[in-house]
T-cell receptor, first 114, second 114 residues
Framework: QQQVKQSPQSLIVQKGGISIINCAYENTAFDYFPWYQQFPGKGPALLIA?????SEKKEGRFTISFNKSAKQFSLHIMDSQPGDSATYFC?????????????FGTGTRLQVTL | DTEVTQTPKHLVMGMTNKKSLKCEQH?????MYWYKQKAKKPPELMFVYSYEKLSINESVPSRFSPECPNSSLLNLHLHALQPEDSALYLC?????????????FGDGTRLSIL
């Protein structure tokens, strides 16, 4: 119940295209859903986060869509650029007990080609 | 540049050595974390410190010994490590442990055990 399932494992998108990464969770105690971007040799950097009281959050080219009833959330990267090539991790966390720990998805390696 | 600083960036040690990893943040955060990350995998939580007290130990072997000397510093003391302990060790911090505060990661220490 602590798992966060992430897909796809890897993704190749042309420059200017839309990258879409999906995540699903089971634990209804989760109420905070961040996305992290990690470049090789660097630590994960917080990209954008959403709480379940909103269905969508947009920051620049990055948008999180959230479907509470389906327990799914996704990251959309519009106008993808080669500089977006990185590994993306979705994550989830609750407010109490074992859900307080940040649970990561398995990661998606995104490659944006010219 | 991240606001969580980790030193050293790289460390090679033998199985009988004793070494320490250091993490520093000056954001006034009262929760600090150690994570272990293997290649192509998400970070795995090891320890959580909240207000300089150890709150969570994820059943980590005693050859890893954390220490929080003050609210800005977090150390990880290493002794008699095994080759399978080779990984990227990440430090993170957040305002507080609960309340769904975003976690900010350092760039990690790449540890190799010979």
């Amino acid at each position: 119940q602590q798992q966060v399932k992430q897909s796809p494992q890897s993704l190749i998108v042309q420059k200017g295209g839309i990258s879409i990464i999906n995540c699903a969770y089971e634990n209804t105690a989760f109420d905070y859903f961040p996305w992290y971007q990690q470049f090789p040799g660097k630590g994960p950097a917080l990209l954008i986060a959403i709480r379940p009281d909103v269905s969508e959050k947009k920051e620049g080219r990055f948008t999180i869509s959230f479907n509470k009833s389906a327990k799914q959330f996704s990251l959309h990267i519009m106008d993808s650029q080669p500089g977006d090539s990185a590994t993306y991790f979705c994550a989830a966390r609750g407010n109490t007990g074992t859900a307080s720990k940040l649970t990561f998805g398995t990661g998606t390696r995104l490659q944006v080609t010219l | 540049d991240t606001e969580v600083t980790q030193t050293p960036k790289h460390l090679v040690m033998g199985m009988t050595n004793k070494k320490s990893l250091k993490c520093e943040q000056h954001m006034g955060h009262r929760a600090m974390y150690w994570y272990k990350q293997k290649a192509k995998k998400p970070p795995e939580l090891m320890f959580v410190y909240s207000y300089e007290k150890l709150s969570i130990n994820e059943s980590v072997p005693s050859r890893f010994s954390p220490e929080c000397p003050n609210s800005s510093l977090l150390n990880l003391h290493l002794h008699a490590l095994q080759p399978e302990d080779s990984a990227l060790y990440l430090c993170a911090s957040s305002q507080i442990w609960t309340g769904n505060q975003p976690q900010h990661f350092g760039d990690g220490t790449r540890l190799s055990i010979l």
